[in-house]
C-alpha cells in the first residue's frame, strides 16, 4: 500500500510541476503588479490550468499526509544482522612515528634558521 501510494504520489508531483510550469506567467509574483483582476477574476478561476493546479495541489498535500501517517504506523523496527557478533577485528597496525618538527630541530641545535627574519626595524 504504502509503495503505491508513493508512486502515485511522484506521478501527482510530476503533473503538478508540469501543469504549473505550462501557466502563463502574469508578472510581479507574489507583489502582484500586473492586471488587478488577473488572477481572481471568473475567467481566470474557470480556466483549466487553474482548476487542474487546485486538484493536483490538495492531492499532493492528502498523499503527502497519508504517506507520513502510513510511515509513522507501518514502521516496523529493522531486522538486525547478528552475524559478526562474537566476531572480533583485529587492530590496524602502529602508525609511523611523526617527522621531527624541522624548526624545532634547528632551535635545539642553536641555528639561526629557526629565527625569525628581521624585517628591518631594529635600529
Do not use: C, Y
Given at each position: 500500500?504504502?509503495?503505491?501510494?508513493?508512486?502515485?504520489?511522484?506521478?501527482?508531483?510530476?503533473?503538478?510541476?508540469?501543469?504549473?510550469?505550462?501557466?502563463?506567467?502574469?508578472?510581479?509574483?507574489?507583489?502582484?503588479?500586473?492586471n488587478p483582476g488577473g488572477l481572481m477574476s471568473a475567467r481566470?478561476?474557470?480556466?483549466?490550468?487553474?482548476?487542474?493546479?487546485?486538484?493536483?495541489?490538495?492531492?499532493f498535500v492528502v498523499l503527502s499526509i497519508t504517506l507520513a501517517?502510513?510511515?509513522?504506523?507501518?514502521?516496523?523496527?529493522?531486522?538486525?544482522?547478528?552475524?559478526?557478533?562474537?566476531?572480533?577485528?583485529?587492530?590496524?597496525?602502529?602508525?609511523?612515528?611523526?617527522?621531527?618538527?624541522?624548526?624545532?630541530?634547528?632551535?635545539?641545535?642553536?641555528?639561526?634558521?629557526?629565527?625569525?627574519?628581521?624585517?628591518?626595524?631594529?635600529?
Amino acid at each position: 500500500m504504502f509503495t503505491f501510494l508513493l508512486v502515485v504520489h511522484i506521478i501527482v508531483a510530476a503533473a503538478l510541476v508540469t501543469v504549473i510550469l505550462m501557466q502563463r506567467s502574469e508578472g510581479g509574483g507574489l507583489a502582484s503588479g500586473g492586471n488587478p483582476g488577473g488572477l481572481m477574476s471568473a475567467r481566470g478561476a474557470a480556466d483549466f490550468l487553474t482548476r487542474a493546479t487546485a486538484i493536483l495541489a490538495t492531492m499532493f498535500v492528502v498523499l503527502s499526509i497519508t504517506l507520513a501517517a502510513l510511515a509513522t504506523v507501518e514502521g516496523t523496527p529493522g531486522k538486525i544482522d547478528t552475524s559478526l557478533v562474537g566476531k572480533t577485528a583485529t587492530a590496524p597496525a602502529a602508525p609511523a612515528p611523526a617527522p621531527a618538527d624541522p624548526l624545532a630541530a634547528a632551535a635545539a641545535q642553536g641555528s639561526d634558521a629557526a629565527a625569525p627574519a628581521n624585517s628591518g626595524n631594529a635600529q
